[in-house]
């Protein structure tokens, strides 16, 4: 039986759970191997704790999760790697078994992490037959999704993806999922993978594949009552958008109120602003949806077409009126700065939030590139170099974009910042980080606020916990029908 430790480095807080290594133990014990968690978010002391495990425990393989290589925030541009280079050092120095590296964040960067970090092999895109498959011995060119190391440098294996169908219910069995939950104040399920959109920043369909697969809704409901049976009633859905597609999400909310789900739990996602209709806004709101979080990026249409969305703004006007007609709460992220933008674009798009407002409005200015997109090969296409006045953050020797670097359009370049300040600062409704006042914002990497209030007894989605206590909500109540509706979402 070979024994594969797998390993989570990620320190962030609020801590989210690696559900990853939940999914993967699960597929290594089917086909008959032996996992091991060994999580480092909760350690006092990261390094004592990676000695103690290797002084008593000998794998054949370890397997770590890179769930992000960065935080993806202009305003603070955090970059993991070289903590990661630290973890896979320490690793070593207990174990010669092989590393191997896998995730969201790593599979759109797996060459230059596997290069960073001296690792053994990275695993581009799902984990769950290849992980077995290396536990196993098999050979390196016969592995989907493999990047090793040859003798002329490193070769990569194209992904395959595998069928969600095809994968029995899961566990849920492995995490400390009721820590995680009690401190993280959610807990995170798939419905599905992959997305079929063409927005040009998004590096999601490299990492997810670029067709949506389906999870079974028994599965998905199976999974819930797994976390419901730990005393976890509050979830994130780790889809990119949900309701893509909208049969798939009525789907899965009819299978929850049938089961009798629904008055038990809540539950958060992200969705897009269309498809969006009051038949699947008043099915998510009997299957317990509490809020939804639309990566609506922009409000121009201009600008909609240039980053690729397949929805105008009237769309995002029309989602914005149905979500107010069912009494859900609700955020609109945006993403300001991509090409093309100017003033004009920005001020008519924070305009149109004001007026069809959204709970929360999530304000990312500058958009971070990731290699793989339409982005990143039209910033090739016009020279990554200084002398670039679309380009911040890691310029230099930065040419597959692993570091990061950002886009915001030369028309409005930095002062953009100032200028959206000066436009939402006296209006709770936008989540919007200043260059100098990171914290207390909507910057998930280590937000202090977030971490008291959930400590506090607040579960769910972070921009909702962030609304509630800037609105002095208590912490939420199930089932979120019961609870009035908040004072910018009548
Ligand atoms: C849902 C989500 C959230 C939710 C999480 C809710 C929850 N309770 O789980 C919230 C809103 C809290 C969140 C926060 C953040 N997120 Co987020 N999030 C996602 C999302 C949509 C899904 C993540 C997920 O859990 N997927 C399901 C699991 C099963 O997939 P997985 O981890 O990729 O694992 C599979 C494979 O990668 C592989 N695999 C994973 N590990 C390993 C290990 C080995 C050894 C192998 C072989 C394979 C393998 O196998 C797994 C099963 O197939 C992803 C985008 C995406 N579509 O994945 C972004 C994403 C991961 N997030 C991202 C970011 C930046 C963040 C934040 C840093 C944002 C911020 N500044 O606040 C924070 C960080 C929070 C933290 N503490 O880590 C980025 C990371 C980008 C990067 N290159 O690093 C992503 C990719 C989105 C993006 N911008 O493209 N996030």
């Not at 990275?122 to 592995?143: H, K, Q, R, W, Y």
């Not at 930065?398 to 000066?422: C, H, K, Q, W």
Request: with cysteine; proline share 6%.
């Amino acid at each position: 039986m070979t024994v594969v430790t797998l390993i989570n480095p990620n320190r962030m807080k609020p801590a989210v759970a690696p559900i990853a290594l939940d999914y993967l133990a699960d597929s290594l014990a089917a086909a008959g191997h032996q996992p091991e968690i060994l999580d480092l978010c909760f350690s006092k002391d990261w390094r004592a704790d990676v000695d103690e495990y290797f002084a008593s425990h000998s794998p054949d393989l370890v397997g770590m999760t890179v769930r992000n290589t960065d935080d993806c925030y202009f305003a603070s541009q955090d970059f993991f790697a070289p903590f990661y280079k630290e973890v896979v050092a320490q690793i070593r120095r207990g174990t010669d078994a092989p590393i191997v590296l896998g995730g969201a964040g790593l599979s759109v960067a797996a060459k230059g992490m596997l290069e960073y970090t001296g690792a053994d092999y990275a695993v581009v895109g799902d984990g769950e037959a290849v992980l077995p498959m290396l536990a196993g011995g098999a050979n390196a060119a016969s592995v989907p999704g493999l990047v090793y190391r040859t003798q002329h440098g490193f070769a990569s294996n194209a992904p395959e993806w595998i069928d969600l169908a095809q994968v029995p219910a899961r566990s849920r069995k492995w995490l400390d999922s009721r820590r995680y939950f009690r401190e993280g104040g959610q807990a995170g399920i798939e419905t599905k993978r992959g997305c079929d959109g063409k927005c040009t920043y998004c590096a999601d369909p490299i990492g997810k594949g670029s067709v949506c697969r389906l999870r079974p809704p028994s599965h998905v409901v199976a999974e819930m009552n797994a976390l419901l049976e730990q005393g976890i009633d509050c979830f994130h859905l780790c889809d990119a958008e949900f309701n893509m597609p909208i049969s798939h999400a009525q789907a899965v909310c009819r299978e929850i109120i049938s089961s009798g789900l629904a008055g038990r739990i809540r539950w958060y996602t992200y969705a897009s602003p269309a498809p969006f209709t009051d038949e699947l806004a008043d099915l998510m709101v009997r299957a317990g949806c509490a809020g939804i979080d639309f990566g609506a990026d922009h409000g121009d249409d201009v600008m909609l077409r240039t980053l690729g969305r397949n929805f105008t703004s009237e769309d995002v006007r029309r989602t914005a009126e149905i979500c107010h007609r069912h009494g859900i709460t609700f955020m609109y992220d945006l993403l300001l700065g991509g090409p093309g933008e100017t003033f004009d674009s920005v001020s008519r798009t924070i305009n149109l939030m004001k007026e069809i407002s959204p709970s929360r409005v999530g304000v990312s200015v500058g958009v971070r590139i990731y290699n793989g997109t339409g982005l990143a090969n039209m910033v090739r296409a016009q020279g990554v170099s200084t002398s670039n006045p679309a380009l911040h953050g890691a310029i230099e020797d930065n040419d597959d974009f692993l570091r990061p670097m950002y886009f915001i359009s030369p028309e409005i370049g930095i002062g953009v910042v100032d200028f959206i300040t000066a436009l939402v600062k006296d209006d709770p409704r936008f989540l919007h980080a200043s260059m100098d006042e990171i914290d207390g914002n909507y910057n998930y990497n280590d937000n202090g606020p977030l971490v008291q209030a959930i400590a506090a007894g607040h579960r769910g989605a972070y921009w909702d916990i962030l609304r509630r206590i800037n609105e002095g909500l208590p912490p939420s109540v199930n089932p979120p029908s019961a609870e009035k509706p908040g004072k910018f979402n009548r």
